[in-house]
């Protein structure tokens, strides 16, 4: 047999090499494959994933949105609520104000009672030294304090001396001890306080003064009775105020109180405002002078204000025995 037909022919070595040739291709195929399948399904479980994650984040998103707005209509609500709260609030104090408007009114416009002008009554005093009964005034602030004036026959009431007062409306009780604690002649006050006990009835209620106030002067008579004159406050000067009650000599020391039966002031002189009298000789008059001429009181009425004998009787002066 020649060569060139033995060439024909492939050998059994090739056909096996070419057999186990196609069986590795075929393994790496299948391998190649089967990678492809896991990659594929590795992919896909991956964007199910994404999709679940995706989708939970929706629902949380949702979920988040939906709360901020019911926060956000809670926030409304609560706002809403305050300003209801404020409006009651500005409601109940404006109807408040209105209410005491009211009953101020109301109070303004009813006469004094008998209770309230028999505690005023009550409340005044009459000097009483040396078992005389002066035409002196003097009445009750406090439960342990009483005041009066400081001009002429007064000027002799220093802190430390003692003296006594008998209350007007009841002249046949017993009389009362009291010692001066504070005297000022320019403002026309003395301050008393009692010695042993209390005062039975003293004026609580209190007033400011102010010009076109009407008032009531309460004062003892020639006849030694309590009695009224009315009149208005015209006007302030310094730390006194004029009023048209018309007071006479012997009214100093009466007390002035407001419609509602409120201390405003006592009757004063008018010290601070009339200057000493020159004589034809050059010389000024002398102060029993001056000081009577002071007490013959015109048509308008001086007072000092209750805010002044207040504030003097929570300050007095030093006492000392009196002789």
Known sequence: MSSSRLSRWPSSSSQSERSIGGSRRSRDERRRSSRSRDESQRRQEDRKERDRDSQKNEV???????????????KDEVTTLKRKVEAMEKEKEETGKYIKNLEETLVSTQPM???????????????????????????AISPTFAVTYAHKGHRVLKVGVTLHLKRANSLGQ???????????????????????????????????????????????????????????VSKKINDFFIGTS??????????????????????????????????????????????????????????????????????????????
């Open 113 to 139: 009672t008998t209770e309230k002008r028999r505690e005023i009554e009550s409340s005044v005093y009459i000097v009483h030294a040396d078992n005389v009964i002066a035409k002196s005034n003097a009445f």
């Open 174 to 232: 017993p009389s009362l001890k009291v010692q001066v604690v504070k005297n000022s002649e320019t403002e026309d006050y003395v301050i008393m306080k009692i010695c042993d006990g209390v005062f039975p009835y003293f004026l609580s209620d209190v007033a400011t003064p102010v010009p076109g106030m009407p008032y009531f002067f309460i004062g003892i008579d020639s006849q030694l009775k309590i009695g009224w004159k009315s009149g208005i």
């Open 246 to 323: 018309n007071t006479k000599k012997g009214d100093s020391g009466g007390l002035l109180v407001n419609e509602k039966g409120f201390l405003i002031g006592m009757n004063t002189d008018k010290v601070k405002f009339v200057p000493k009298r020159i004589r034809s000789t050059g010389e000024p008059e002398t102060d029993d002078e001056f000081y009577g001429r002071l007490t013959e009181h015109t048509s308008s009425s001086k007072f000092i204000s209750q805010e002044n004998l207040i504030y003097a009787r929570a300050r007095p002066g030093p006492a000392r025995p009196g002789p």
């Open 60 to 74: 949380f998103l949702r979920r988040l949105e939906k709360m901020e707005n019911e926060m956000s209509a809670m």
